[in-house]
């Protein structure tokens, strides 16, 4: 029915955080100079129940930012990352915080 397959949509995301992505204590975020491509994103991660933010540089390039430690924790979950690196430091900051050290 034309519909993104839902097994699809976090392997898409996934490729797309894996090669345009960065992960820092503050935000998850990608970037691109496609206005709509970054709009669809924002959509999809919407649909997995994430809510982030476009900004927009000075030359046109659009920034997609999650921000907050609880919508990071439902990104690790639902998308993940292939990067070690980048899991590995997801999986850090995620670790060191208390609202997600285990009991």
């Not at 496609?34 to 390039?61: A, D, M, P, Q, Y």
């Not at 590995?88 to 009991?103: M, V, W």
Request: glycine content about 8%; hydrophobic content about 35%; aromatic content about 10%.
């Amino acid at each position: 029915n034309g519909q993104f397959d839902l097994k699809l949509r976090p392997a898409f995301l996934r490729g797309i955080y894996d090669s345009e992505g960065c992960v820092t204590r503050s935000s998850i975020m990608t970037s691109s100079s496609n206005k709509e491509g970054i709009r669809g994103v924002k959509f999809l991660l919407k649909r997995l129940g994430i809510k982030s933010k476009i900004g927009i540089t000075k030359k046109n390039h659009y920034i997609l930012w999650i921000f907050r430690k609880e919508r990071f924790k439902i990104f690790r979950d639902k998308i993940g990352l292939t990067v070690e690196r980048k899991q590995n430091k997801l999986n850090e900051i995620l670790k060191n915080d208390r609202a997600y050290k285990p009991a």
